[in-house]
């Protein structure tokens, strides 16, 4: 997208940024999708034990983002970096192996398997020697599991199709957290939820950040939410990260603002665009 | 289940296995409900009834068809579709579907012939071969991304083509079957009687096979994955699930158990017969065995059990209306209607199992 209007007055985080105590590192992430381009340059941090909100309008790239870090896709270009060392998923196995979880925007839950299967999904007990899936044990574990991340699912052994929304989420929320993961991925994991189950969530978030044993990126819209669970946001704009601040030195009000331009850079960009067309050059 | 079954039972037996389902619906106290959830949470559930309906049916209505004799007769007639069904199963709760089984049931004799004439360890050989067109199956299909029913047509016609080419379109005899041992016409050997030849040899295989496919559906990984992919092929590639391995695993599987019965089928008879229709109709039987034992062509659930007892309900059916001294010609008529009734069903039965609409 070179040939793109120029002089959009975003002053995107174009040089990489870290942190001493840096658990994750993306580094010029770019990634298109035929003639779209979902990430330009994405340069972004995660601490250690750090809640990263991570903000954008629809189809700015958050979840191809995510997707990235978890190896359901690969880059384009750029690196990454985990703790310290080059990290290149060549699978979602691989990048769990390496202990990263993701929830991911359609929860990746399969209706016609039971609660506990879903929990369990790749990651399944087995008997030893012949293979064969160890049913009572995980079904005894995924109860003790969600018991303890204060999730009230009435019976484990239904097929999650059952389930309602909120409970869906919490399941495919739970599925990361009841892991050895120490990088969780959650992609709008308040999506589809009521007020009072969003709020178990943002609960079971705040306790895990209280422990400070894993750290998390979280793509959210609310931005009360980001505010209230976040220890920093980042802004995804046309492919870039146009915003990444500790949440204490940001507000709604600046969060909204930089929404608001976007929309009016947007028209304008729309606007250019249309005179390029109507010029010598399509894009 | 007994108030099902004291439902008098039609001229045409499949229709009765039909009306406990919208009445309980019509009642919809919750106290029924959960009756009929609990009855109806076997996926078998609908077609055991169903196959038990049209057996006590002709039992009554016809002399020969309790008898020991008509059983051996059964036996071939629905033997063989089990062991095919079992496999096409795994491919079905994929959500895809495999036409090639037609085409393995075809060459796979074939090709034991020709192996086993050029001095080949054949049975083995054949198989693998099964196999290395499994393995195409289900490349075409994971990795190239043509639809299942489009690819596997073209391999079975691809298939049934090249038998017709090896054999010249000229029955042979079955190697290691009587009639090609010189000296020992009328008696089977150990080979033979194993390999389909033996009276009940098909019925054990495809009790074995059953057994064996149904632990690994429910009870393994495998299985796991399988109704994974064909629940939610997306979510299950998220989740870390490696599709296109199972899909091709799961299209060789089925390639095999097709070959498999190609073979037995050709030592029970004594001769491999290059006939594409009569292997398309054994196509089309398998298919539909899984699907009245509860497999959903849509994917996502099936069982290997159902398959089983849905090749059982179309032998019966045909055994009896044999029996009954129905004419031939009205024998598909039937089989297409039992079809559909059985499909009707299978989608209530799972619309309440899945609880459809919440409650």
């Known amino acids: 997208m070179a040939d793109r209007p120029p002089a959009l007055p975003v002053e995107p985080v174009v040089a990489p940024v870290s942190a001493p105590d840096d658990v994750l590192r993306v580094e010029h992430i770019a990634k298109r999708f035929g003639p779209v381009t979902a990430l330009r340059d994405v340069n972004l941090h995660l601490r250690k034990g750090e809640v990263l909100g991570l903000l954008g ?52 839950l399969i209706d016609e398997l039971s609660v506990y299967h879903n929990l369990f999904l790749r990651r399944e007990r087995v008997h030893r020697p012949l293979p064969l899936l160890a049913n009572r044990q995980m079904k005894r574990e995924a109860r003790v599991a969600l018991n303890e991340i204060g999730i009230n699912i009435p019976r484990i052994d239904v097929a999650v199709a059952r389930l309602s929304g909120g409970q869906r989420q919490a399941i495919a929320v739970a599925r990361t957290v009841n892991s050895d993961a120490d990088i969780l991925l959650l992609d709008e994991p308040l999506a589809a939820m009521g007020a009072k189950e969003g709020g178990m969530i943002l609960d079971l978030i705040q306790r895990l950040k209280e422990e400070a044993k894993v750290s998390i990126v979280m793509v959210l819209h609310n931005y009360v939410h ?35 331009n976007e929309y009016r850079r947007a028209r304008e960009a729309a606007h250019a665009e249309e005179a390029l067309r109507a010029g010598t050059r399509s894009p | 289940m007994a108030g099902v079954a004291g439902a008098a039972p039609s001229p045409t037996p499949a229709p009765a296995a039909e009306p406990p389902a919208p009445k309980s619906r019509g009642l919809a106290a919750r106290f029924g409900r959960a009756t009929l959830d609990r009855a109806l949470a076997l996926r078998e559930g609908s077609i055991i009834v169903v196959t038990l309906i049209t057996a006590v049916y002709f039992t009554v209505n016809t002399e020969s068809f309790f008898t020991a004799a008509s059983f051996k007769t059964l036996l071939p007639y629905f033997a063989p579709f089990a062991i095919m069904a079992a496999g096409e199963v795994f491919v079905m709760i994929l959500g895809e579907i495999d036409l090639s089984i037609g085409a393995m049931y075809l060459f796979a004799p074939f090709l034991f012939y020709k192996l086993n004439t050029a001095g080949i360890p054949s049975v083995i050989m054949a198989l693998i071969c099964c196999m290395a067109v499994g393995f195409a199956n289900g490349f075409f299909v994971a990795v190239i991304g043509i639809n299942s029913f489009v690819a596997t047509l073209a391999m079975l016609f691809t298939f049934e083509g090249l038998a017709l080419i090896i054999s010249h379109g000229t029955p042979v005899t079955t190697p290691g079957t009587p009639g090609a041992v010189i000296g020992s016409a009328g008696h089977l050997n150990t080979f033979a009687e194993i390999f389909g030849g033996g009276t009940y040899s098909e019925l054990i295989w495809a009790l074995a096979i059953i057994v064996v496919l149904q632990v690994v559906l429910t009870f393994t990984r495998w299985g796991l994955y399988t109704v994974a992919i064909g629940s939610n092929k997306l979510g299950a590639a998220e989740a870390g699930v490696r599709v296109k391995l199972v899909t091709i695993r799961n299209f060789i599987l089925c390639s095999v158990t097709a070959g498999l019965v190609g073979i037995f089928e050709a030592v029970r008879s004594g001769t491999v017969q290059p006939d594409p229709a009569g292997a398309n109709e054994i196509l089309f039987l398998a298919v539909a065995a899984g699907v009245i034992g509860g497999t959903l062509l849509t994917g996502g659930s099936g069982t290997v059990v159902g398959a089983l007892i849905g090749a059982l309900f179309l032998g019966i059916l045909k055994e009896g209306l044999v029996l009954q001294g129905v004419n031939a010609d009205y024998l598909l008529f039937y089989t297409g209607l039992a079809i559909l009734i059985a499909m009707t069903v299978n989608i209530y039965v799972r619309r309440v199992r899945i609880g459809h609409g919440g409650g």
Request: hydrophobic letters at 40%.
């Open chain 1, 57 to 108: 309008d629809n189809g700015a790239g958050k979840s191809t983002l995510i997707k990235i870090i978890c190896g359901f896709q690969k880059q384009d270009s750029g690196q990454m970096f985990l703790r310290g060392e080059s990290y290149e998923p060549k699978s979602v196995d691989d990048a769990r192996a390496h202990g990263i979880e993701t929830v991911y925007q359609d929860l990746a």
């Open chain 1, 226 to 260: 980001v505010l209230a669970t976040c220890d920093r946001v980042a802004m995804i704009q046309d492919g870039v990260i146009a915003l990444d601040k500790p949440t204490a030195e940001t507000s709604v009000e600046e969060l909204t603002e930089i929404v608001v």
